[in-house]
């Protein structure tokens, strides 16, 4: 077997069973890897409708074909689940060195089962699997755990982790994947933790089999070239990271300002990545055979770490009116050791202040108050007063106090930092991800703002429902293989066919590609159907002016979908998905 191991492990936490199993053939080639493996196995193995902190939900850690390789970007994993804060099925890619170790220690996933009594960590080294006591994890910071573990297994080992937001069940709790990487959003870090499992800990010797080194090497020739030559991932990238956006996005006026009220802030500047290059930049840190080093380290009087990322400038300034670029490391920092996701963390305290400003709620909040801020971070992640109402997320704690607008969120899932009222190809975007609001199903952003690979008008309706449909299977398989999302800046499918033939000697082609992005992006669609989330919830929020309403229809006529959102028979039919409209998981065995 080439690119693929085979191997799952399937660990019992009930009964704290572990055993390998082989993966069918068919599953390899038609689901990939990563996000793929994640819906496949959730649909055989749960029920949609159960509750994300039931045992019988399932975690599914997994890596693709291409982890592990000398392709560049392929350290990453995915995890998979029920998402507390969605309802709906929910994928995570993390990036940094977990799933270069994960893949080599021979396993293609890690399907998380049950739930223990006290708190474990899983320890994988090559062939050998053991689950261990935790108690004395329990309590501790991401930071602190993966030191402890470190000191006592060696830093051999990659880890992921939770920290006590997970602990305590924060809907938006998210997954440290080493240092300084997040499977961030949808609260996967809470489903981790109603499991009772602290952390996972791997470390392998194995190399993954190629079909084709000499194609390969040729390949690779190639890409290195264009990676060189695109001026994103060789040059704003590189030179600013993510923190880049801030100052374009604030200039085309859709950068969310003020809980969404606003979509300029007027000290962006202060909060840019030419701000943070020229204040505070120390260093750039790469993810495993990354060439683009798009990560930031910085330095504070007392604290030199990674970030922040573009989205965490937008959640923590312009959505909470702080312009202190100090300040916004030091809040990133606490929500990375406390395990919070920060978009959904600065959407959530976002509509708090909103509210305190309508003198909805009692307790005051002003905006910009950065001791405040952090406060209610720390009682988010420990569930205190206020916090333990904002850690069920803006959608529930704003439901149940009877305004609901003021939560700017699709699915439940907060919006990331691009006001849709100016990029109508991303609101759609937005409206239609299984996620919720979310803008890594379908990046649109590049096309209508930043001109790759060509500049469409942001304005316009026309041809959005296309690139939409279009842009989601090309992010399922880029989830699947496991490779980073920002590799779509210069290569499309017809790269990704010829990487995958030249490593696993099957014979992908670039319609065969695209279509096992639309296979998972239906069964994903089909999955959240049977959880609740029909065709209803494709919408924005009331505040936004922009009209989806008409390129919904057309987006569904696109997917080959009914005019309720639920894929056609006929396109179940070609894309070999056995689905009954009335069937609610295959409820089958792996």
Not at 301 to 315: A, D, H, I, Q, R
Not at 332 to 338: K, M, R
Not at 443 to 452: A, C, D
């Amino acid at each position: 077997m080439y690119g693929w191991n085979g191997k799952i492990l399937v660990v019992d936490l009930s009964n704290k069973t572990l055993k390998t199993l082989t993966i069918n053939e068919n599953v390899l080639s038609e689901y990939m890897g990563g996000r793929g493996f994640g819906v496949k196995f959730l649909w055989e193995l749960t029920n949609p409708t159960i509750d994300a902190y039931s045992a019988d939900n399932v975690l599914v850690f997994a890596v693709g074909p291409l982890t592990s390789t000398l392709i560049p970007t392929t350290g990453r994993f995915t995890v998979t689940a029920k998402s507390p804060l969605t309802g709906g099925i929910f994928y995570s890619s993390c990036g940094g060195f977990f799933g270069f170790k994960l893949k080599n220690s021979g396993l293609d996933a890690l399907v998380i089962k049950g739930r223990c009594e006290k708190p474990v960590y899983l320890q994988i080294d090559d062939e050998t699997f053991q689950l261990k006591d935790a108690t004395h994890l329990w309590g501790k910071t991401t930071k602190e755990t993966i030191k402890i573990l470190e000191e006592d297994l060696g830093k051999d080992y990659s880890f992921a982790c939770i920290g006590p937001a997970g602990e305590n069940l924060v809907r938006f709790a998210c997954i440290r994947g080493g240092d300084g990487n997040f499977a961030g959003r949808g609260g996967l870090g809470a489903v981790m933790g109603s499991k009772k499992l602290k952390a996972i800990a791997v470390k392998g010797t194995r190399k993954t089999k190629i079909a084709d080194e000499k194609s390969l090497t040729e390949l690779m020739k190639k890409i290195r070239v264009r990676i060189s030559w695109n001026p994103v991932l060789s040059k704003a990238l590189a030179y600013y990271g993510t923190s880049a956006l801030v100052n374009i996005i604030n200039e085309h006026e859709i950068l969310p300002t003020k809980n969404f009220q606003l979509s300029r802030f007027k000290d962006a500047e202060k909060i840019s990545g030419e701000a943070l290059r020229e204040k505070i930049f120390v260093g750039r840190k790469s993810c495993y055979n990354c060439p683009v080093a798009c990560k930031r380290v910085v330095k504070l009087e007392n604290m030199k770490v990674e970030g922040p990322e573009f989205e965490t400038l937008g959640s923590f300034g312009s959505m909470l009116m702080v312009n202190s670029l100090e300040a916004i490391v030091e809040i990133n920092q606490l929500c990375n050791e406390l395990g919070l996701d920060t978009i959904s963390t600065g959407g959530t305290i976002a509509c708090a202040m909103e509210l305190s400003e309508k003198n909805v709620l009692d307790e005051k909040i002003g905006w910009g108050d950065v001791e405040k801020i952090k406060k209610l971070i720390v009682d988010i992640a420990y569930r205190k007063g206020l916090g333990d109402k904002l850690a069920e997320g803006s959608k529930i704690f704003s439901e149940r106090i009877g305004f609901s607008d003021v939560s700017m969120q699709v699915k439940g899932l907060e919006l990331p930092m691009y006001h849709p009222d100016g990029v109508l190809g991303q609101a759609l975007a937005y409206t239609t991800s299984n996620r919720g609001g979310c803008h890594l199903n379908a990046y649109l952003i590049s096309v209508e703002i930043l001109g790759y690979p060509y500049l469409m008008d942001r304005f316009s309706p026309v041809n959005k429902p296309n690139i939409v449909a279009y842009l989601q299977n090309l992010a399922a398989v880029m989830d699947s293989m496991v490779i980073c999302k920002f590799l779509g800046f210069e290569f499309d499918e017809e790269t990704f066919a010829k990487l995958l033939v030249a490593v696993t000697g099957k014979p992908y082609t670039q319609e065969s590609v695209v279509a096992a992005g639309e296979r998972i992006w239906n069964l994903e669609r089909v999955f959240n159907f049977k959880a609740g989330l029909k065709g209803e919830e494709d919408k924005l929020p009331s505040r936004f002016k922009v009209d989806v309403k008409p390129m919904l229809k057309e987006y569904y006529e696109v997917r080959g979908w009914k005019p309720d959102g639920f894929p056609s028979k006929n396109k179940l039919k070609n894309l070999g998905l056995k689905v009954e409209e009335d069937a609610v998981g295959s409820q089958g065995s792996l």
